[in-house]
């Protein structure tokens, strides 16, 4: 089944020591987005992808990069994880540009900083 | 985001239909409405979308009021493994997706 993949589900990191988190498709879509989701509340995007542009969101700390490096595969880079980045971490792709397009939802990656 | 109003949790009996609003009076003539639901530790899973008619599909009913303010989602047969929380969304700007801050369903047996 054509799916969104993220990897690791459960990550455990130490305070200030760099963590990646992975996600790959097999929707072939153009859109892959990072949301940020703490506990009890709504996921908040980070930033997207469209195709090889990147966006960002605002109000998205410097702390954290994503990479694209071909359609399938999108990773989110944490430089240096504080406490507060302890969340869940989920990954979405849209078949295209307009925002009626569905997204499609990994299972998402807990990360815990120590 | 603080345009789109939820209430914060519902109960439902198993079986029952469930009927879920959100408020969303700042959107324009052209965004869709979009449904989701995370069920514990998940990721969220799309159930629907609709303009302006209301939409249905085999999961659940979408209604949107005429003037788009507000909508309902509708999940005809509740049963216990629709506990979840549901999310209305809509479009942001560019291909940013606002989401509601969602509807905590508890169906109970």
């Known amino acids: 089944d054509a799916m969104v993949i993220q990897n690791p589900r459960y990550q455990v990191t130490q305070f200030g020591k760099p963590v990646t988190l992975s996600c790959s498709q097999t929707?072939?879509?153009?859109?892959m987005y990072w949301y940020q989701q703490k506990s009890s509340q709504a996921p908040k995007l980070l930033f997207h992808y469209y195709d090889k542009d990147f966006n960002n969101e605002a109000d998205t700390p410097d702390n954290f990069q994503s990479r694209r490096p071909n359609t399938s595969f999108c990773f989110l880079d944490i430089r240096s994880p504080g406490l507060g980045d302890a969340a869940m971490y989920l990954c979405a792709t849209s078949r295209a540009s307009r925002s009626t397009d569905t997204q499609y939802f990994g299972p998402g990656t807990r990360l815990t900083v120590l | 985001d603080a345009k789109t109003t939820q209430p914060t949790s519902m109960d439902c009996a198993e079986g029952r239909a469930a009927n879920l609003p959100c408020n969303h009076s700042t959107i324009s003539g052209n965004e869709y409405v979009y449904w989701y639901r995370q069920i514990h530790s998940q990721g969220p899973q799309y159930i629907i979308h609709g303009l302006k008619n209301n939409e249905t599909n085999e999961m659940a009913s979408l209604i949107i009021t005429e003037d788009r303010k507000s909508s309902t989602l509708i999940l005809p047969h509740a049963t216990l493994r629709d506990t979840a929380v549901y999310y209305c969304?809509?479009?942001?700007?560019?291909?940013?997706?606002?989401f509601g801050p969602g509807t905590r369903l508890s169906v109970l047996p």
């Open positions: 929707l072939n879509h153009n859109v």
């Open positions: 969304a809509r479009p942001g700007y560019g291909q940013n997706f606002v």
